[in-house]
């Protein structure tokens, strides 16, 4: 059962086979010097664990030249073992929940690299529904009882790990989240943070998978009805959803309120702009207006683009929508209509997921503490 | 037990006592020719039943000349009993438990009239959910097990009630409905209809009290994080949830997303647009354009304006949204919108509820039935 360790006994019990194991001998002295961080990406649907191998390049006995020889974009980091469970959020499952998937998903990352806590340097956990500082304070007391306490522990909203999974773990610039929801984060060096959108459709985040498809919908009855125009959507929508009248859309969308059913219809609304619909087109064009909306005003309010308003920033482009394989590509206008605003931006499309985004954002950490640590020695 | 006849027996029980009690003999006696009608308007909320005395003014023996000495808007019907009871839309509470609410309320207003039901004429039920004729037939086949088959049975969707309490009984025109949710329904004299709007917040019912108010929310969490201009509406609104920042609207939202929750802040965004409040006044003007568009393609659809695009028509008025009684009038800017595209509109504002506008939809049916009876017997 090399997948599920733990299965009737306690979570960490691997630990104590795992050093006694004659088996694994060869293995121990192997890794007996191997140090690894691990990241953590929970959102609503999944919860990954990545064990990243944190290489000690400490030649010159200066430790924070490590940054240099760090992971980049074309030196991604050794990735040991993933590991990936269920939701982890702990506004959805609950509090008990939450914690034994996060507790479970990382030991099953450790043994799949053949490694105990023992090798853990630090944790960077970054789950969605960390909104306060009390989350963070909640949690890391948390992993205290799980680690000792020489490991690093951080706490971060999973956007947090988005942004740093196209920065390679610096926490600066701006990231665009948009897909079934949408988000916009940003992050100054000297630590400031603001959001935009990310209220739920209630509250309007209207650029979102969810966004694009409702309006898809209400147009699809607003022709149906006599308000809107005629539109391509309609026979599309029918046919996928398998309906026969507008009408029966009211019936559909009252059966399961979820947002991600909805959403799901995006690719729909995109492939009708393509054809040349114009009111699919109309969609789209106010997605790209919230989308860069969402974007400008944290760019604005973090002066992220400098006092000339010409500096550049990262901006990190995540989700379904965003994604640059259509050829009505919502990303690149989102870029076009910021550019306008902000020629700075730098759009990035991250090559790493979040939890390795996460694992980079404990490593940055690691390297600026033993920074402050030499500074503190030559002082 | 007056209000509750039929406590731990069948709902019909009463009528055996009635009929040999010796207390209400003399009443027996009194009302013995009384005719009437059973109104009912069963909704999300709540169903009302009341039971109207249908006058035979019969005096020169041609039953047509009745419609001239019926009921009107100066001469209202006499209201024998009305009764109350919960929920009665198939779609929230069930068959069973809508049917038993239907019935029972019916039994009591029958009781309260001291009457039986050998006194029915007819009964029009109209109800919340009810879409399609396959609705109207099953609901039709349960009444006919209920009432004798001499008995006139009339099924309809609420929104026919709600027209028929503004033009006192005749199917004709146009009804605005704008609540929590809105919709508009049309009817013309040789049987058609049409509606617009009515499919939910979904998709897109921007003119109701949840648009309004989902759309100062919106506003106020836009202000909040930039995307937006600053709105008194921010601190009306955390004053009147008792928050302290726009950011706890998102976890305000999420805790209960009933519409009728949400809608009642309706009232606190026409007070910011009073007091001069510039994107509480465009949230306003915005649901007019929206709820005046509702109309327009129905009668637009019906050609409820005629040939010319200049005849009169009725627009019955329904709903806290189109009130009239404050200064930011909603409904008279919607029928300014209106009047520009058909200067035939007449708007009304009902003076009797929606379950007598159901009892005076069934009095025109007897009314027509009568004269086509005696056309027959004059052919």
């Known amino acids: 059962m090399k997948k599920r360790p733990y299965r009737n006994g306690e979570i960490w019990d691997f630990e104590a086979a795992m050093m006694s194991s004659s088996v694994n001998h060869h293995k121990q002295q192997q890794y007996q010097e191997q140090k690894v961080i691990l990241g953590l990406d929970g959102g609503t649907s999944s919860t990954v664990c990545v064990c990243i191998a944190f290489i000690d390049n400490d030649s010159n006995n200066r430790r924070f030249e490590m940054m240099n020889d760090g992971p980049s974009p074309d030196r991604p980091p050794s990735i040991l073992a993933r590991a990936v469970a269920g939701c982890s959020n702990h506004n959805s499952v609950g509090e008990i929940a939450a914690r034994e998937t996060l507790e479970r998903v990382m030991a099953e990352a450790l043994y799949k690299s053949g490694l105990t806590r023992a090798a853990v340097l630090a944790v960077c956990l970054a789950v969605s529904g960390v909104d306060h500082p009390t989350d963070q304070y909640r949690i890391t007391s948390w992993l205290k009882q799980?680690?000792?306490?020489?490991?690093?522990?951080?706490?971060?909203?999973?956007?947090?790990?988005?942004?740093?999974?196209?920065?390679?773990?610096?926490?600066?610039?701006?990231?665009?989240?948009?897909?079934?929801?949408?988000?916009?984060?940003?992050?100054?060096?000297?630590?400031?943070?603001?959001?935009?959108?990310?209220?739920?459709?209630?509250?309007?985040?209207?650029?979102?998978?969810?966004?694009?498809?409702?309006?898809?919908?209400?147009?699809?009855?607003?022709?149906?009805?006599?308000?809107?125009?005629?539109?391509?959507?309609?026979?599309?929508?029918?046919?996928v959803l398998d309906l026969s009248s507008p009408d029966e859309l009211i019936g559909?969308?009252?059966?399961?309120?979820?947002?991600?059913?909805?959403?799901?219809?995006?690719?729909?609304?995109?492939?009708?702009?393509?054809?040349?619909?114009?009111?699919?087109?109309?969609?789209?064009?106010?997605?790209?207006?919230?989308?860069?909306?969402?974007?400008?005003?944290?760019?604005?309010?973090?002066?992220?683009?400098?006092?000339?308003?010409?500096?550049?920033?990262p901006l990190v482009m995540v989700g379904g929508v965003l994604e640059g394989n259509k050829r009505w590509d919502i990303g690149k206008e989102v870029i076009n209509c910021i550019t306008k605003d902000f020629p700075g931006v730098f759009p990035i499309h991250p090559k790493v997921e979040p939890a390795v985004g996460a694992a980079l954002l404990a490593w940055n950490f690691l390297i600026r503490q033993s920074r402050k640590d030499d500074a503190l020695e030559i002082d």
């Open 252 to 313: 559909w969308t009252y059966e399961d309120p979820s947002w991600a059913r909805i959403a799901r219809l995006f690719s729909y609304v995109v492939s009708c702009a393509e054809a040349g619909d114009e009111v699919a087109n109309n969609i789209l064009l106010d997605a790209v207006q919230e989308l860069a909306s969402s974007v400008k005003a944290v760019v604005k309010r973090l002066g992220l683009s400098g006092e000339n308003g010409r500096d550049n920033f």
């Open 146 to 239: 799980i680690f000792s306490s020489n490991v690093k522990l951080f706490v971060q909203n999973d956007s947090v790990a988005a942004l740093a999974s196209g920065t390679m773990g610096k926490l600066h610039g701006c990231v665009l989240i948009a897909g079934t929801g949408t988000i916009a984060y940003g992050y100054t060096e000297d630590g400031r943070e603001a959001r935009a959108a990310g209220a739920g459709p209630v509250l309007g985040d209207w650029g979102s998978g969810y966004g694009i498809s409702a309006q898809a919908l209400t147009a699809v009855v607003r022709a149906h009805d006599g308000r809107g125009p005629q539109t391509a959507l309609t026979d599309c929508i029918l046919n």
